[in-house]
């Protein structure tokens, strides 16, 4: 993201960590002072420091890294299941009628019922 920066904390490439961009150089070095000094721990509150990111640091061997990238699977649910899914909560509140449509296979219109529109209230006229 646009407002995050990589600095890392001893001389050579190691310990980096993740800080706002949008900090003022004297804002970074009084920063980078803060993170020195308390250097691995990290337990307290830095300002301008974003914690998740301090805990993970990249590995900056290449025999260690796995170029690979692992793919995860997430269940998608199909269209079709979340209609079964709506049509059996309508189903069950007795609130749908259900017509086949016979130009298209398979395939089903459901359309919430409505109650009919209640009449006004018949108004009694005040004689004087």
């Known amino acids: ?5 990589y600095v890392f904390l001893g001389e050579e490439v190691k310990k980096p960590i993740v800080i706002s961009s949008v900090l003022t150089s004297c804002e970074e070095e009084e920063l980078l002072r803060e993170a020195k000094a308390v250097n691995d721990g990290f337990g307290e509150d830095l300002d301008g420091m974003i914690r998740i990111y301090c805990m993970h640091t990249p590995k900056s061997d290449p ?31 007795n609130n749908m009628h259900v017509f086949p449509d016979n130009s298209r296979k398979a395939s089903v219109h459901v359309i919430p019922k409505t109650k009919e529109p209640k009449k006004p209230p018949k108004r009694s006229i005040k004689r004087k």
């Open 1 to 5: 993201p646009p407002n995050w920066k």
């Open 63 to 93: 025999k260690d890294s796995n170029p690979v990238d692992e793919s995860q699977e997430v269940l998608i649910p199909t269209m079709q299941v979340l209609m079964e899914d709506e049509s059996m909560k309508l189903n069950g509140t």
